[in-house]
């Protein structure tokens, strides 16, 4: 009679086929539904940015901000670097700082303000969505940046090393037509990424959750996310942010939420974090490629982040750690 049990026990569990199958069925279409949203977002706003440097108004602008980043210990032509960044992303700041000739210590600044605050609308929305306010995000992500700024300014030690440069900024220059045809290249193959990759996460957050290596992650996790004041139900989502970056862990994020997995309040706080820290990996390798140091980059970001975590408990009286 046991062995009878045990073979209808066996026959009710899945096959791995079956499995991939419903794991499939519940995480594609959820994704999908994020890429068009994320991508909703992106794709008019990077059309309206490349317009911009076009026409030569983000340049203008510019001008404006050139006495403040002096102050900052960066040259007036940083800052079409720095608005590059907040509008559209890293890829788009590097490939303008790299055209100016700056010198390796104001692109370290330039790129800790960079991975602080770039791509900042569409990451704005992103965070507004999965429970924070967003004013307070714009004024934590730029105020952070400047911060950070002065940081270095202060503490890195004077460095004149000129970066090879072939020629100045190209906003403002070259035929609309042509640009427009770069421009829609990039966005359908940045397109397809989004999709592939939203959906690749989905699958793999599944798979982590029914093998339960996601609460595996969560308890190895917990004492150090204590000491940067987060909550526990968020270590998978604080893997996500610094792995893959807010604008492709975003389907994470908002599935978390769906399914009860982390509170609105909980996810808050990690916001507070990852809006400052976030896409360790990626990001900050893309800047140690064109040589900006790796520590200068990671560390205050960390730094900044733990103690606007900290602050923020402690102005909205949540001592207490979940």
Not at 64 to 91: C, E, K, R
Not at 120 to 128: D, G, N, P, R, Y
Not at 196 to 212: A, C, N
């Amino acid at each position: 009679m046991s062995k009878e049990k045990d073979y209808e026990r066996r026959r009710e569990v899945p096959s791995s086929s079956g499995m991939m199958r419903s794991i499939l069925r519940e995480t594609v279409p959820s994704s999908l539904r994020t890429a068009r949203w994320l991508l909703s977002i992106m794709i008019p706003v990077s059309l309206l940015v490349t317009l911009l440097g076009y026409s030569g108004v983000l340049g203008f602008i510019s001008q404006y901000l050139n006495p403040f980043f002096h102050f900052l210990g960066l040259s007036g032509q940083s800052a079409f670097v720095f608005l590059t960044g907040i509008f559209l992303n890293i890829y788009s700041a590097i490939a303008v700082m790299t055209s100016l000739p700056l010198t390796m210590r104001e692109m370290t600044i330039l790129a800790l303000m960079c991975l602080i605050s770039h791509n900042l609308i569409v990451e704005i929305l992103i965070l507004k969505k999965t429970g924070s306010r967003p004013l307070e995000m714009i004024l934590i992500r730029l105020g952070s940046s400047v911060l950070g700024a002065v940081m270095l300014n202060y503490l890195m030690p004077p460095d004149f090393h000129l970066v090879n440069s072939l020629n100045e900024s190209t906003a403002g220059h070259g035929e609309l037509v042509p640009l427009l045809k770069t421009w829609l290249i990039n966005t359908s193959i940045l397109s397809v990424k989004v999709i592939v990759l939203l959906t690749g996460l989905m699958i793999l957050q599944k798979v982590l959750e029914d093998y339960g290596i996601l609460e595996i992650m969560s308890k190895t996790l917990s004492p150090v996310l204590r000491v940067m004041g987060l909550p526990r139900q968020g270590s998978f989502l604080w893997i996500v942010a610094n792995v893959v970056g807010l604008g492709y862990g975003s389907a994470i994020m908002l599935d978390q939420l769906e399914r009860e997995r982390i509170t609105l309040k909980q996810n808050d706080i990690v916001n507070h974090h990852i809006a400052v820290c976030h896409s360790l990996l990626e990001d900050t390798l893309l800047f140690v490629a064109i040589g900006v140091s790796a520590f200068w980059i990671t560390f205050p970001r960390l730094f900044l982040a733990i103690v606007i975590v900290w602050c923020y408990r402690l102005i909205t009286r949540q001592f207490v750690l979940e």
